[in-house]
């Protein structure tokens, strides 16, 4: 009996570890589709046909829809998990680029770029709820972990609006690097990351002065400095590192959130635009637009472990259970 429980001990040894069940759904910017893949196979399972330029994409609080900005249809298109089939096309304003689902679940939070305003949408009504007015092309779309502000990145004219929820108001705003495109707010809520594509630098500011506090700066072997554009950011749940997203280096960045210390560098597909972390905090997967395909990183190793494919301009990518 030893002998066979050491043996079964053995061969359990060589197992590698599997990543609890989840999907990743990509939009694909210019194949005006929705891929789905298994991210345990690691093979893609459908392809759903969705609206013009799908860029934006989010998964409800309940995890029964996701919800994809549609810019050229000014739309976002709510999608039914289980079918895949659009249940509704929520009216967004114009020109809708990124979108984050409210802390409450209630709440759509879009960017319109081509009317200057934040749009929040009623999921439930399937209507407009307020607008807010805010600077040109607004894109990235954070809400603070307590649920009062609304951080706006406008990257025509390289400042953050920050929007108390409270009076729907714009409470302050504070000048950033060139194009600002993407906003991440710490877990502890303390603070909000925000990728600057054209500076080619991810700026830290405190939540409670609004105060840019630190600038972060990319240099991976062999990238020159034009091609580093951060976009995405997302923090690993220990929120112990985060993950960015450097364009057309086509690389990421592990960066450790208590020193703001690049550890890692890790060569991806062609423009890398946006990530997903699993929920486990194992794996991230890229979505990368010039080369048609999602990259997954091992983050213990900090290395690539598999490229899947997807379809034509990957954007962005989220991994639900």
């Known amino acids: 009996m030893k002998r066979i429980i050491a043996l079964m001990v053995a061969v359990s040894a060589c197992v590698p570890a599997v990543s609890m069940a989840e999907t990743l759904y990509v939009s694909n910017e210019h194949g005006n589709t929705v891929s789905v893949i298994d991210a345990v196979t690691m093979k893609p ?3 759903w046909k969705v609206g013009a330029r799908p860029r934006g994409i989010a998964l409800s609080r309940d995890g029964r829809f996701l919800f994809v900005c549609v810019g050229n249809d000014h739309a976002v298109q709510m ?22 689902v409210s802390r ?8 319109n770029e081509d009317n200057a305003a934040l749009t929040a949408i009623d999921i439930a009504a399937r209507s407009v ?18 649920g009062h502000w609304l951080l706006v990145t406008s990257e025509d004219e390289n400042v953050v609006d920050w929007i108390d929820l409270s009076s729907r108001k714009v409470a302050a705003t504070v000048e950033t690097a060139l194009r600002p495109r993407h906003g991440e707010f710490t877990s502890d809520g303390g603070q909000v990351w925000i990728a600057a ?37 997302r923090f690993t749940p220990d929120g112990k590192t985060a993950v960015v997203a450097l364009g057309r280096a086509n690389t990421i960045a592990l960066v450790d959130v208590a020193t ?47 490229t899947l494919p997807a379809g034509h301009g990957p954007w962005g990518v989220v991994a639900a259970p």
Do not use: M
């Open 45 to 47: 399972v459908a392809t």
């Open 129 to 146: 709820a307020f607008q807010v007015p805010v600077h040109k092309q607004p894109e990235g779309v954070a809400q603070s972990p307590d």
């Open 197 to 233: 594509e054209a500076g080619g630098v991810v700026q830290v500011a405190d939540t409670q002065s609004h105060a840019i506090v630190e600038t972060i700066h990319f240099a991976p072997p062999g990238v020159k400095d034009y091609q580093v554009l951060p976009c995405g950011i």
């Open 79 to 100: 999608i039914e998990r289980a079918t895949g089939k659009i249940i509704a096309d929520l009216p967004s304003g114009e020109d809708p680029e990124q979108l984050f």
């Open 260 to 306: 703001r210390k690049v550890r890692a560098y890790v060569p991806v597909g062609k423009r890398v635009w946006h990530l997903a972390i699993g929920a486990d905090g194992a794996h991230a997967y890229t979505a990368n637009g010039l080369s048609d395909d999602v990259t997954v990183i091992d983050l213990a190793t900090a290395k690539p472990v598999a």
């Open 104 to 111: 409450d679940g209630k709440y759509l939070f879009v960017g």
